[in-house]
């Protein structure tokens, strides 16, 4: 009986110490991949938030995937920004920093509800990407869909800046 819970004890041991390291693992990808996606959301354009909010409930954070993509001609960025529209967003290229900035408005189908979780962020926010190439402004194309931003934008051009209207 002894030997019986010896082996119980190790076998328990060791399936904790490998869901241990596979949590650590994903927090560890999680924190390298995703650090730059972490986006902070203001309740208004200011630097300030406002008090007594409605928006004071919600998160201040949440995660803009994003994907940036080299090819032979051109540099795409992808981020996904979910339920918002693309009127609701603005981008501005400057020298190889794009900058992706809008607002992601709350709106609530009735008042007579309680919510028992509240992850998604609101408000407005700014996600900067450094480009790794220079880039030619005047070329530069983006369009939204289902939910994701993509910019085109072919290789060259020394540094310059400019607002790139999204179709």
Same mark, same amino acid.
């Given at each position: 009986?002894? &030997?019986?819970?010896? +082996? &119980?004890?190790?076998?328990?041991?060791?399936?904790? @110490?490998?869901?241990?390291?596979?949590?650590? !693992?994903?927090?560890?990808?999680? #924190?390298?991949?995703?650090?730059?996606?972490?986006?902070?959301?203001?309740?208004?354009?200011?630097?300030?938030?406002?008090?007594?909010? +409605?928006?004071? =409930?919600?998160?201040?954070?949440?995660? #803009?995937?994003?994907? #940036?993509?080299?090819?032979?001609? @051109?540099?795409?960025?992808?981020? /996904?920004?979910?339920? $918002? /529209?693309?009127?609701?967003?603005?981008?501005?290229? /400057?020298? @190889?920093?794009?900058?992706?900035?809008?607002?992601?408005?709350?709106?609530? !189908? &009735?008042?007579?509800? &309680?919510?028992?979780? $509240?992850?998604?962020?609101?408000?407005?926010?700014? =996600?900067?990407?450094?480009?790794?190439? @220079?880039?030619?402004?005047?070329?530069? /194309?983006?369009?939204?869909?289902?939910?994701?931003?993509?910019?085109? %934008?072919?290789?060259?051009?020394?540094? =310059?800046?400019? %607002?790139?209207?999204?179709?």
């Amino acid at each position: 009986m002894l &030997t019986s819970l010896k +082996q &119980t004890g190790k076998t328990i041991g060791s399936e904790i @110490n490998q869901a241990w390291g596979s949590l650590a !693992e994903g927090w560890r990808e999680l #924190l390298s991949r995703g650090s730059a996606s972490l986006t902070q959301f203001k309740p208004d354009k200011g630097d300030k938030p406002a008090r007594n909010s +409605q928006m004071d =409930r919600f998160p201040r954070w949440s995660l #803009l995937a994003g994907e #940036l993509e080299e090819t032979a001609g @051109n540099v795409v960025v992808r981020v /996904e920004l979910p339920g $918002m /529209e693309k009127a609701d967003c603005e981008i501005i290229l /400057e020298r @190889n920093m794009l900058h992706v900035r809008g607002e992601k408005r709350f709106q609530r !189908e &009735t008042s007579d509800s &309680t919510y028992h979780m $509240m992850e998604r962020a609101y408000g407005f926010f700014q =996600r900067s990407i450094p480009l790794p190439r @220079n880039v030619a402004i005047d070329k530069a /194309e983006a369009a939204f869909k289902n939910g994701v931003l993509t910019v085109r %934008l072919p290789k060259g051009e020394p540094d =310059r800046s400019k %607002l790139i209207p999204i179709s």
